[in-house]
Each structure stands twice: as C-alpha cells, then as structure tokens.
C-alpha cells in the first residue's frame, strides 16, 4: 500500500490540527492493514504516537499525547487520521503515518516493524 500524508503546518500552542493519510492499496485492501502514526521530532529518533487497529474498533496512543490526539481511519475512503487538539511545542515533528497487514499486536509501537511509510508531514507548534 502506499502511503500519503497531509494536513500539517504552522500552529500556535493550545491549537489543533488534523491530519491525513490517504492509501493507494496495491494487493490487500486498504482494511486488512494495521496503522499508526509515528513522529520525528529534530534531533530525536522516531517515536510512537497511536495506532489503530483494522476494523478501527481499537486504538492506543502514547503517553505523551493520551487525551488529546485522537486517531481514527475511514476504510471506504482509504484514509486515516490523526486529530490533534491542545498542541505543545514539544508535539513540533514530522509526522509519518505507517501500515502493515501483518504487524503483530505486541509491535505497533516499533516502527521498524511496518512495511509502508507515507512520506511525512511537518507540524511546527509556537509557543
């Protein structure tokens, strides 16, 4: 599947964002991929940010943006979505959105474990 995200940008701290990503399924469906979104801020190495699961009946988030980031997907449309409210400057990062079908559940939070990548989106948070 490949992968395309958008939605990012310039925002002021305690604003929000929404971002997408749409596939291009190539083989299995688009609902057959487990998701999530991944960030890289400058300097750091690629963190977890949430992951949903195929049906989009399950969802996880990271510590760090649990109550405010909300992931959800739309697989008759073949896209996902990561709503973003009550940003911090510290949420400044590229954000990618990743997919695997056969990812297991004890890895969706290791981004080495996916197969396809979108190409990233910047969201840059002011103070």
């Known amino acids: 599947v490949q992968l395309q995200a958008s939605g990012g940008g310039l925002v002021q701290a305690g604003g929000s964002l929404r971002l997408s990503c749409a596939a291009s399924?190539?083989?299995?469906?688009?609902?057959?991929?487990?998701m999530a979104w991944f960030r890289q801020g400058p300097g750091k190495e690629r963190e977890f940010v949430g992951f949903?699961?195929?049906?989009?009946?399950?969802?996880l988030y990271a510590d760090s943006v649990k109550g405010r980031f909300t992931i959800s997907r739309d697989n008759a449309k073949n896209a996902v979505y990561l709503q973003m409210n009550s940003l911090k400057p510290e949420d400044t990062a590229v954000y990618y959105c990743?997919?695997?079908?056969?990812?297991?559940?004890?890895?969706?939070?290791?981004?080495?474990?996916?197969?396809?990548w979108g190409q990233g989106t910047l969201v840059t948070v002011s103070s």
């Open positions: 399924p190539s083989g299995r469906p688009f609902r057959s991929h487990r």
């Open positions: 949903i699961e195929r049906s989009g009946g399950n969802s």
């Open positions: 990743a997919a695997d079908a056969s990812i297991i559940y004890s890895s969706i939070g290791d981004y080495t474990k996916y197969s396809n």
